[in-house]
């Protein structure tokens, strides 16, 4: 385990550095390293650290909260093709940060964060009480009506935007998913609840491990299965919430991810959830990094290249499932 965690930590120095380098231009890591310890004011110091810098933290952080959010969702559907995204969390995010600015007229990072996280724990909680309301928390069922939800979530989003045209333009972009021209202030709202997520996640880890069984097995291993589950609604919604925030609905990052830790660590959530949170750090700052290229010299929004990725290893899932 230790070897897993140094090489994912030493990866995720390496992708950062790569991030901060590579771009419409080229720089060094001198001229990298001078811009961080001695601020000059040249253009290429203002380019380092006004763009680069913001987007290489808020990337990873994005990445990492999407990752665990991903593996806790997983858990609680016992479903592996289940996703921030297929559960509708990220349209529910997208939806409260849209209503929030939009009609609430909140204008502040914190107040959108918090949009975000509420609109994405409202989501989670109509998806599972629809389905617990329809026969049973079942993989299939809890997909099909999340799948419904992201659906419905998205064409509210586009019936607000349409009726704020004026707007639209400056929020496309945003809700495709980007890193992009984002300001520090971002990664300094979000990284605390990031955080808090995170820890609130390795809190119910022994709990989500007996919630990989079925209810019956969790209960009678001693798991208060309301509480783990309210718990892990909220550590998704401050995840999913912060990542949507600071970047729009970044999609499948939260399906890619576990997948990748649990086939390097297991199934133990103690080892799972910070192994997805590095992965889930590197996989966002690499595709980042590619979407500065598919089109060069005009940016892609990263929320098309993870989607591209997610969209293949989806279909390679559901074709093992139909074997």
């Excluded at 810098?53 to 952080?61: K, T």
């Excluded at 609109?119 to 079942?138: D, K, M, N, R, Y």
């Amino acid at each position: 385990m230790p070897a897993i965690y140094a090489g994912l930590g030493t990866a995720l120095c390496c992708v950062l550095l790569v991030s901060m380098t590579l771009g419409y231009r080229l720089y060094g890591l001198d001229q990298v390293w001078a811009t961080l310890v001695a601020f000059d004011g040249s253009e290429t110091a203002v380019v380092i650290a006004n763009l680069r810098l913001p987007r290489a933290i808020i990337a990873p952080l994005v990445g990492a909260g999407l990752g665990v959010a991903g593996v806790i969702v997983q858990t609680l559907s016992r479903n592996r093709i289940a996703s921030p995204d297929t559960l509708g969390l990220n349209a529910g995010a997208s939806l409260g940060v849209v209503i929030a600015s939009f009609w609430l007229g909140i204008g502040s990072l914190v107040g959108l964060s918090l949009a975000a996280a509420l609109g994405a724990l409202a989501a989670s909680l109509l998806v599972f009480a629809i389905a617990a309301g329809a026969g049973g928390l079942s993989p299939l069922r809890i997909v099909l009506i999340g799948v419904t939800i992201a659906g419905l979530g998205h064409s509210l989003v586009e019936v607000v935007l349409t009726t704020n045209e004026a707007q639209l333009q400056q929020l496309l972009f945003w809700l495709s998913g980007a890193f992009v021209d984002r300001p520090m202030a971002l990664a300094q709202t979000g990284a605390p609840i990031i955080g808090l997520g995170v820890i609130l996640a390795l809190l119910l880890a022994r709990q989500l491990d007996a919630l990989q069984a079925d209810d019956s097995t969790a209960t009678g291993l001693g798991v208060p299965l309301f509480l783990v589950r309210g718990g892990s609604f909220v550590a998704v919604s401050l995840l999913t919430g912060a990542a949507v925030a600071m970047a729009g609905p970044v999609g499948f990052v939260g399906l890619v991810v576990p997948h990748a830790a649990r086939w390097l660590v297991g199934l133990r959530h103690g080892r799972l959830i910070p192994v997805a949170a590095l992965i889930g750090a590197i996989y966002a700052t690499l595709a980042d990094v590619a979407a500065r290229f598919v089109i060069y010299p005009t940016e892609a929004p990263v929320g098309a290249i993870t989607a591209v990725v997610g969209g293949l290893v989806l279909l390679v899932l559901l074709k093992r499932r139909a074997a």
